[in-house]
């Protein structure tokens, strides 16, 4: 069955023939391809072709697809079975791990998803403050929470409809909005609404309206004010943890939040997420505190087995080190391919994460990342597509090197680039 019968199919049986938004190419325009198979830097589709991935399952596949390491460890642990409903030593092991690996978490809690973990943080802020407004920021995405949709990143950007339908007024009115990188407007903010706040939630690389990395001393002077109005500060790291740093971006910036999210990579491709943070926080929640929060297939043996191989794989010395320097040949040679052609671009990266922008500007601002030109992107994606390279399929989604990704990987990404730029200026 070739991509396009498989998509009409889909069409018929599912919302937009997908099961995530962003996947349908809606923005970029166009048919999805149907992936049949992925092994290291490459997705293979349901007709042959091989495609040069810088999606990595949105975030997740830092080690490339298929690591052999992390597809043993699951073999491994179905062996004994796919749920318990009981606890299992794998979580106390994950748990370990992800306390050791960064220093703000005292305690963790496992979910199924990265939206699970922003809903229940942003819970537990609420129950530990006793204050029910919640502070976020424009363009950035926290998964499809109702408090989250408001002004939100990602798939609800490219749609147009960043505040979503269904979505309670009275829900909405809770969550005030920021634009990301000013920290005047956020002082602002604070000095009127600073007493109702329980929380402040942000991507302290902002990964949903492309790529945007905080401005020096940006995420300190959120952390002094949340410190100030009694408010809790929430790293959103659910793309970042161990993406931009082992340590994540608070590693990365030194910036200690009193909450963190975690999803993609700390469950190594299953469906996965936490929240953790500060003991006295996390005590507050159920069954050892009053603040509920359960999941029948949480701490799953067989996603914990996944996502400990995965947090293995990363600790390797140097590993961070040579994912940098990737990213950086990439987005270096892209931006040399653009110059050459004359055409306004410009990049952004922080580690293993890369935003990419039709625009003369350095991009520092939802603003700026929205006035690039997405006409000249989408040219790109489909030039890039046709020469089997993978980007994500919308402007306003980060990329994602993996450690499989190799220097002839990059090279022949750039020599797509050379033609696709052309193709995007025409
Ligand atoms: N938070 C951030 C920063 C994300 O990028 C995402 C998903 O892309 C989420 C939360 C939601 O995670 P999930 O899609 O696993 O629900």
Known sequence: MTNHELFQRALQLMPGGVNSPVRAFKSVGGEPFFTARADGAYLWDVEGKRYI??????????VGHNHPKVREAVER????????????????TMAETIVRLVPSVDMVRMVNSGTEATMSAIRLARGATGRSKIVKFEGCYHGHGDSFLVKAGSGALTFGVPTSPGVPKANADLTLTLPYNDLAAAQVLFAEHGADIAGLIIEPVAGNMNCIPPKDGYLQGLRELCTRYGALLIF???MTGFRVALGGAQAHYGVKPDLTTFGKIIGGGMPVGAYGGRRNLMEQIAPAGPIYQA???????????AGLAMLELIQ???????LAARTRLLTDGLQAVADGEGIPFSTNRVGGMFGLFFTREKVDSYAQATAADVTMFNRFFH????????????????GFLSSAHSDDDIAATLEAARIAMRLARS
Do not use: H, K, Q
């Open 383 to 398: 030039g890039m597509l046709e020469r089997g390279v993978y980007l994500a399929p919308s402007a306003f989604e980060a």
């Open 53 to 62: 991935d810088y999606v990595g399952s949105w975030g997740p596949m830092i």
């Open 77 to 92: 642990a179905v062996r004994d079975g796919l749920s318990f409903g009981t606890p299992c030593p794998a979580e106390v």
């Open 316 to 322: 390797a010395p140097g590993f961070y080190d040579t």
């Open 236 to 238: 959103d790291e659910v």
């Open 295 to 305: 999941g029948t297939l949480s701490g799953n043996p067989v996603a914990m087995a």
